[in-house]
């Protein structure tokens, strides 16, 4: 391996918040994976959803897992990038489901003025 990549993982591992940034970079591609594998339309805000929503999953479990799995990082980041994957698979499901059982429909429509 590199020197310069074993450097820059040795750097990482003492800093929390770049853990979790790199989690939220890498959360959020595979939340916009997800989506893209869902098939449906797509435009900028489902887009852009899709990664917030996925981000900030992964780098809540960056967070949260960091003083357990500090000397295992390749273990945080797998989980963080699956909670990604899943983030968006689990709220989809949980909105359909509330939208069901309370019968709600939502439509959205561009105002055509």
């Known amino acids: 391996m590199p020197e ?11 800093d929390p918040w770049l853990i979790a940034i790199l989690a939220f970079l890498g959360a959020s591609f595979a939340g916009l994976a997800s989506q893209l594998r869902a098939g449906g339309d797509l435009n900028l ?3 852009m959803a899709a990664m917030l929503n996925s981000g900030f ?6 967070l949260m897992g960091y003083s357990a799995f500090k000397d295992n ?3 945080l ?4 990038l699956l909670s990604g ?3 968006a698979t689990i709220l989809d499901f949980v ?3 509330i939208k069901h059982k309370a019968g709600i429909t939502i ?3 561009k105002d055509k003025t």
Do not use: K, Q, T, Y
Not at 4 to 14: E, G, I, P
Not at 57 to 62: E, K, N, S, T, V
């Open 107 to 109: 439509h959205i429509e």
């Open 57 to 62: 999953i992964g780098m809540i479990i960056a």
């Open 85 to 87: 994957i899943g983030g």
């Open 4 to 14: 310069r990549l074993v450097d820059f993982f040795r750097d990482v591992s003492h």
């Open 95 to 97: 909105f359909e489901f």
């Open 77 to 80: 980041f797998g989980l963080s």
């Open 45 to 47: 805000r489902i887009v």
């Open 73 to 75: 990082l390749p273990a």
